[in-house]
């Protein structure tokens, strides 16, 4: 729960930054003149999911701390609408989907024997300030550089196994229904939904006034610790997503007017 209140905070101060920076940078926020909009279609981008199911045999360094295991990544496909007003400050609507599988086998924690599936979707709103080049840069340059935080919800279908019996020292959702197996082990099925605080960066480079390409990477903070299905005595924190998009923008009423294509300076 630290790490991802650390997220939140995080969010907060950098939500309040971009309202003052742009305030700062224009005299006036003049959002009442308008903004440049697009279309921002993520191809396939890695992401993982930091839960309780699995955890890496190598407990030194980097991977105690992260607990990543390479071959439990998965990926996304999002879609998303940007708008940017004319002092930098965006805001975009964003939908990412995808489906999250782990496992105890092979992990330091193989004799548990869990594992889950689940399909997660996110829906969230970013608040973006473009640091560097961007539709309304006073310079132009193809380089982009901006910085996001947000607010959101995740949306968990889950679907946990475990090959022993229930323990009394995990827990699943509320709404979780759960069968006995034959084999000894349960299954559990429940759905899972939680508020989500994504913070991050990106990169894009235009290749035309109309179309970038870019790189986005988000942290994906959730308050819930059922988003793999379960929550051991163990648990120091709760789930949340991580994942870097390859990033390809259209950018509406672009072209025309030279390199700096539909671009209109505000200062």
């Known amino acids: ?3 991802n209140n650390k997220i939140l905070v995080l969010s907060v101060l950098l939500m309040a930054s971009v309202l003052t920076i742009a305030q700062s940078r224009n ?15 993520t191809g396939i981008g ?6 309780d199911v699995g955890g890496n045999k190598d407990t030194r360094g980097l991977l105690k701390k992260t607990d990543f295991i390479a071959a439990q990544t998965k ?3 999002s879609v998303n609408y940007r708008y940017v007003f004319q002092n930098n400050v965006g805001f975009k609507a964003s939908a990412l989907f995808g489906k999250f599988e782990g496992t105890d086998y092979g992990s330091r924690n193989e004799n548990r024997g869990f594992d889950f599936s689940t399909n997660l979707s996110v829906f969230a ?3 973006e300030y473009n640091i560097i ?3 309304n840069a006073e310079y132009w340059t193809p380089h982009k550089l901006y910085a996001f935080a947000g607010v959101g919800v995740m949306v968990g279908d889950v679907d946990f196994n475990s090959k022993n019996p229930f323990r009394t020292t995990d827990s699943h959702a509320s709404n979780a229904v759960i069968t006995n197996l034959t084999s000894g082990g349960y299954n559990a099925k429940m759905l899972t939904v939680t508020p989500a605080f994504p913070i991050g960066g990106g990169y894009e480079y235009e290749l035309t006034p109309a179309f970038s390409i870019g790189l986005e990477y988000v942290v994906h903070a959730s308050f819930s610790d059922y988003i793999d299905g379960v929550s051991t005595s163990y648990s ?8 870097l998009d390859l990033t390809f923008t259209y950018k509406f009423g672009a072209g025309g007017g030279g390199r700096g294509g539909g671009r209109v300076n505000w200062n």
């Open 1 to 3: 729960m630290f790490r």
């Open 27 to 41: 005299g006036l926020y003049k959002f009442s003149l308008p903004g440049q909009s697009s279309i921002v279609l």
């Open 46 to 51: 890695p992401s993982y999911l930091f839960g």
């Open 75 to 77: 990926y996304m496909f």
């Open 125 to 127: 709103m970013h608040l």
């Open 133 to 135: 080049g961007g539709e």
């Open 236 to 243: 120091k924190q709760k789930d949340y997503l991580m994942n």
